[in-house]
């Protein structure tokens, strides 16, 4: 603040004050801070804990103003002439005058009180009246503690503000009662949308243009009361429109909704967008202006630069171990600096599936994702971006690992965070806490066994030597995981970081055996997945509320059955109908859903994190889409979309950056321009965590109770249990943005080409004929085929085509005298070739850059 705003601030102060009535009700939440920080926050340079019952700031040495240090809460309500009462009690480790001050939480800061205090080592209770001159929606108490040329520790206990009119129930603006998808509807996909209403008959509906050009119009079909929200709803359907446009609307009974598109490019931006949430919130870097704006780049986090505490060299928990490990590198998880080896694990898991999607996927498109398409720094090194995110995670997750010859050797610490916790905001490389490591976990010895062994499948046509170190550390992990099946995570382990816990983790045994059969074909692997009590169990795998950290069963359950493998037809067929039979379910709670989303959690309950909940199931559907073509998943994934981004009983979309009515203020310790203006608001593409009815945050507490389940979420960065932010939600975003952006315009396109591909396997290497057919209407002139290696090939001795190679990728190019394929001809040519490791046969053609249908090998 300047000092012509604090002057501004102590000429608003009124010159008389009256007391207001004695059981005036408290406008401050966590006045004795019992629910540890928030919603009170600090100065970055102040960080803030809770030390016996009272909030805490360490103040450096050398402030010049009152205002460079600061403890406040925000969001307080207060009317003209009314009477308030404020009453703290604070103490110094030295002496300093603070200036105590109720005003405007943003320029020019005029103060309703303002007042200062000598403060010193004795407890004092101070205790100021005052009235308000104006109307404040959202005003401001800050402490302002600055000025002193000692380091001191500031304390205060006991804050109550008093006064005014008991403030009315919170009501959310939900805007317009007409709610549809705020981004825009597919082409050719389905398009649908919501009425809130008290009406029980039908009622009118129009679709309308930018310019008042009516497209389409219809009636309201009644739904009745939706269970979630306990509103009266009524939905309408305008799927037979597939004119392209922007800003359309559609009216109800007079109400209008938020504008929308029509398209078949509208969500490339979003895959985008949600992948570069994981550099973004990645430690140990610096954060590139050049990749990502001025607004969003910082210094490298714990590099062990002052204040920091480096992540290079990290201690245990006094008595858990007597070594030190080098974490650094990997994700920040949420809002606070902690990382989470199970968080972690679903995370690079279904980044890796997204690119693992586009080998087996034919109307995958893997170009997106590779490299120099995304934003982060390792441009250039001919390994798809996706994979060069993955790696930041995976390196960290390995470097976890407990070394040989020390106790529980192969086993992985389940976490690293702060030793306490530190307030908002906090950009990382200001974050003073020292770091620990807390004890190893058979769920997360069991997370790094999966998904190093994903991880070497993937890498091995990349970078051979990462890959081997990705199969070693796999193998190690699932040893030391039978070795230790039930080293459990303490649920009491929650100071600085959350604590994980999970009583059950036959689920990650199952997936990790998945990955290493996949990854190895060996039968050890296979029998344990067939012998899991989990294995044929849908409901097991696939809980009806949706894959979470703690339930990754459904993770290895997906590759199993997508990614080629040595399972017998009956096997394999078996799995798949769990994917179908849980997609089946998802895709009912769908189409039964007024707002249309697959997500009916058990006893009508959102959990922590429901829209992640959401993005799974989402996930689950688009795979069964995958495998089985039929349009009832797609259509599922698609309403599903709909309803995070704005199709919901809030009238709100849950992702940054898209919408209208888009979350801007998830809980974050840099991304916290609600609490600082100079800060950014999250980047566009971040994944609020939605509504979770069992609100167990201050701020959701005091505005939220007795909500409806749907409606129990608060775009407050406060509300860190409805309105956080993490990396395992936007990693299922990530995959169904990258699965709706393949579906383009959402049409079912019948291909127009057949490979039949062959091969021959002696000794180390193979011998294939690959016959090409045109089966469309039109000759195919100076034809291309293109397809990627899964494993490590390298192809020779060509006939009947120009074969080319670079890393995993194959061009295969018509010579002069077949440059013609006729509408029903075909073209044969083949290879040669020498291959190491379990070898896969390519499951994706593009000819002349369009899909083609795979023919079973003759």
């Not at 009317?79 to 005003?103: C, D, F, K, M």
């Not at 509906?205 to 709803?233: C, E, H, I, K, Y």
């Not at 990382?339 to 498109?365: C, H, P, W």
């Not at 493998?565 to 998802?586: F, S």
């Amino acid at each position: 603040m300047t000092t012509a705003c604090l002057l501004a601030a102590a000429l608003a102060v009124p010159s008389a004050a009256a007391a207001p009535a004695a059981e005036a009700p408290e406008l401050l939440v966590n006045g004795d801070f019992s629910a540890g920080t928030a919603p009170w926050w600090s100065t970055a340079n102040s960080p803030v804990t809770v030390v016996d019952g009272r909030l805490c700031a360490d103040v450096p040495a050398g402030t010049e103003n009152a205002w460079d240090a600061i403890v406040g809460q925000n969001g307080l309500g207060l009317t003209a002439g009314e009477g308030y009462t404020l009453s703290y009690t604070a103490t110094s480790t030295a002496p300093v005058t603070i200036r105590t001050n109720v005003q405007m939480a943003s320029d020019p800061w005029t103060a309703e009180l303002a007042a200062t205090q000598r403060v010193d080592e004795t407890a004092a209770r101070v205790t100021s009246h005052f009235t308000a001159g104006a109307d404040h929606d959202a005003a401001q108490l800050v402490f302002q503690i600055g000025g002193s040329p000692q380091a001191l520790t500031f304390c205060i206990d006991d804050v109550s503000l008093t006064g005014g009119t008991a403030p009315p129930p919170y009501e959310p603006d939900t805007g317009s009662p007409v709610r549809v998808n705020q981004v825009g509807y597919l082409t050719d996909g389905p398009k649908s949308g919501t009425f809130v209403t008290e009406e029980t008959t039908p009622l009118p509906w129009t679709l309308d243009a930018a310019d008042g050009t009516r497209l389409a119009a219809g009636t309201t079909v009644p739904a009745g009361v939706d269970a979630g929200s306990r509103q009266n709803t009524h939905t309408f359907d305008f799927s037979a429109v597939t004119t392209p446009g922007e800003d359309y609307t559609v009216t109800v009974a007079g109400h209008k909704s938020e504008p929308f598109a029509i398209g078949d490019d509208l969500y490339a931006s979003l895959r985008t967008d949600a992948l570069a949430y994981f550099y973004h919130n990645r430690s140990g870097i610096e954060i590139d202006a050049d990749l990502v704006g001025e607004e969003y780049a910082r210094p490298a986090g714990h590099v062990n630069v002052s204040p920091n505490q480096g992540d290079n060299d990290v201690p245990c928990q006094p008595g858990v171990c007597d070594y030190r490990l080098d974490a650094a590198g990997g994700w920040y998880d949420a809002g606070d600096h902690g990382k989470y080896v199970v968080n972690g694990g679903i995370s690079v898991a279904q980044l890796m599936s997204t690119f693992e999607r586009t080998l087996y996927e034919e109307n995958a498109d893997a170009a997106p994702l590779g490299d120099g398409r995304l934003r982060l720094p390792e441009h250039g090194n001919a390994t798809p971006d996706i994979l060069d995110e993955a790696r930041w995670e995976m390196e960290f997750l390995m470097r976890m690992q407990v070394p040989a010859g020390q106790p529980l050797a192969g086993m992985v610490h389940h976490k690293l965070h702060d030793k306490a916790w530190t307030g908002l905001p906090t950009r990382p490389d200001r974050d003073p806490q020292p770091r620990e490591l807390h004890p190893p976990t058979t769920a997360a010895t069991l997370n790094l066994a999966a998904t190093a062994a994903q991880c070497a499948r993937l890498f091995q046509v990349y970078d051979a030597d990462f890959a081997e170190r990705c199969r070693k550390a796999a193998r190690t992990a699932w040893a030391a995981a039978v070795a230790h099946p039930g080293i459990l995570a303490d649920p009491n382990d929650g100071t600085g970081g959350g604590a994980y816990p999970d009583d059950d983790v036959r689920d990650e045994f199952y997936w990790a055996a998945a990955e290493l059969f996949l990854t190895t074909g060996e039968d050890v692997f296979r029998q344990a997945v067939l012998r899991s009590p989990l294995h044929g169990d849908t409901d097991a795998v696939f809980p009806r509320s949706g894959m979470s950290w703690g339930s990754v069963a459904g993770l290895g359950a997906l590759d199993l059955a997508s990614v080629p493998n040595k399972l017998t037809a009956d096997q394999l067929q078996a799995v798949r109908n769990m994917v179908t039979q849980a997609a089946d379910g998802y895709a009912a709670d769908s189409a039964r859903a007024a707002y249309g989303l697959p997500y009916a959690p058990d006893d009508g309950h959102y959990v922590w994190g429901s829209n992640s909940q959401v993005a799974n199931n989402m996930v689950v559907l688009g795979s069964a889409h995958d495998l089985t073509g039929k349009t009832v998943y797609r259509d599922a994934v698609l309403r599903g979309l709909d309803y995070l981004l704005g199709r919901n009983p809030l009238n709100q979309s849950y992702v940054t950056g898209y919408g209208e009515r888009d979350s801007r203020n998830q809980h974050h310790r840099f991304w916290a321009n609600q609490l600082d203006p100079s800060l950014p608001h999250p980047a566009p593409g971040s994944l609020a965590g939605g509504p979770n009815d069992a609100i167990q945050d201050p701020v959701a507490q005091a505005r939220l109770k007795g909500c409806a389940p749907a409606m129990c979420y608060i775009d407050d960065i406060e509300s860190w249990s409805t309105n956080e932010i993490t990396i395992n939600w936007n990693a299922p975003l990530a995959w169904v943005a990258s699965y709706v952006d393949d579906l383009g315009g959402g049409r079912t396109r019948t291909p127009q080409c057949e490979v039949t591909y062959t091969s021959q396997r002696w000794g180390g290497g193979f011998t294939t004929q690959v016959v090409v057919k045109n089966t469309g209407t039109q000759a195919v002139q100076d034809w291309r085929l293109d397809w990627t290696f899964a494993d490590r090939q390298r192809v020779s001795d060509p006939w009947g085509a120009a074969v080319e190679q670079s890393g995993p990728r194959i061009g295969a190019r018509a010579l002069s005298w077949n440059a013609t394929l006729a509408a029903g001809g075909h073209v044969r040519f083949g290879f040669n070739g020498v291959s190491t490791g379990l070898v896969n046969d390519p499951r994706v053609f593009r000819l002349n850059d369009r899909p083609c249908a795979v023919a079973p090998p003759r």
